[in-house]
C-alpha cells in the first residue's frame, strides 16, 4: 500500500509557474525512487500573490493560511506583491503570521557551476538570519510628514538628538527574547546536525544596543551549552565540540570569498543575513542556485530566494534549481533525507554534464542553454539512474 506524503504548495507569480512545472517530477521521481514506490506525494493546491488577487480580491485568503496552518508546511513559489495590495511584502507577511523566525539559506558549490572564486568548493556554509525583527519590522516615516516630524521632535525634544527635519526616519528593533529563542534554534540544530563552528556576523562596534546586543545575547545563550561548545579554536584532533565565534559583518564579506572553508553556520541578525546571503549566492552560480526555508515552531515553508521575474513569465527559461533545491530542505525537514539526498546529487550531476539554464550557460565558454522544463526532465532522469549506493 503506498503512503501519501501531504504537502500544501503555492506555484507563485511570474515565473513561479515554469519552476515550479519544472521541479514538481524531480520532488515526485525522487519520493518514489527513494522509498521504493512505497511513498508518494499528494499535493495541495493553494494560492496567495497576484494569483490570489485576482481570483478573490486577497492576497493572502484565508483557506490558503489555515491549509498552511493545518499540514505545518507548505512550498512556494515567488509571489508579487502588487502595488496597493495592502501590505509591504507576501513573504514578510507570512513570516510574521506563522512566526516563521528562522531564515535558513544554504550556500553550497556544485562542481561545473561558474564562480568568481579559483576554489569555489570550499563554498559550503549555512546563513541563518533571525526573521521577524530588525528594519524589516517595517517602522518608518515618510520625510515631511507630521508623523516623521512628531518623531523628530520627541528625539530632539525628549531625547537631546538633533536630526535633520527634512529627513525620513525609522526604527530598528532587535530584542533579547527573539535573538534567544533564534539562537537557541541555531545552536540545536548545530548540535543535531554535527556542525563545526557558529559564527555570529553583526555591526556591533557601532549599533551597540542593537546588533552590539544581538552578539552579547548570542554568546549568553551559547555559554548554556558547555558540553556542546568552546569559544577558542578547539586544539587539534579536537573537534567534538562547537566553535562559537564572531565577525564584524563588513568584514565577514571579505571573509566568506578569501577564506569561506572558516565558516559553517552564521547567525546573522534580519538586514546582514539578507545582505550576505544574496553576495554568497554570487560565488556558487548566482541566486537561480540558492534555496531558502522558513521556519517556526509550528509551520515552515520552503521557497526559492530569488523574485518572481515577471518579465520572464511563461517562457521556459528561468532556473529552477533553488526551487528544487528548496524542496530537499523541506524533504529533510520532514524526515525523508533519502529523497534530499537524490535531489542534491542529481542536480549536481546534471550541472557537471554541463545541462544548465541560461542564467548559467551565459558564463559557461561553450555551453548552450537548456529550458527550464529541460533541465527539470534532465535531473528526473538522473534521479531515475540513481543506484543509492
Known sequence: MIEY??????EGDGSGEDIWNASRGVFEEAVNKAYNGERAIRWIYLIAGQKALDKTGELLPEETLNTVKKYKIAIKGPLTTPVGGGFRSVNVYL???FDLYVSMRPVRYFHGLPSP??????????IFRENTEDLYKGIEWEEGTEDA???IGFLKDRMGIAISEDSGVGVKPISKSRTVKFTRWVIDYAIKN???AITVVHKGNIMKYTEGAFMKWAYDVARGYPEHIVFDKPDKGDDTKILFNDRIADNMFMQVILRPED???LLCPNLNGDYLSDACAALIGGLGVAPGANIGDDVAIFEPTHGSAPKYAGKDVINPTSFMLSGAIMFRHMGLDRASRLIEDAIEKTIQDMIVTYDLARHLEGVRPVRCSIFGEEVAKRIGENNLH
Open 5 to 10: 506524503v501531504d504537502i500544501p504548495y503555492i
Open 95 to 97: 513570516r510574521h503570521v
Open 117 to 126: 572564486l579559483k576554489m569555489p568548493e570550499k563554498v559550503d556554509f549555512i
Open 149 to 151: 516630524l512628531n518623531f
Open 194 to 196: 554535527k556542525r563545526k
Open 263 to 265: 565558516y559553517d553556520l
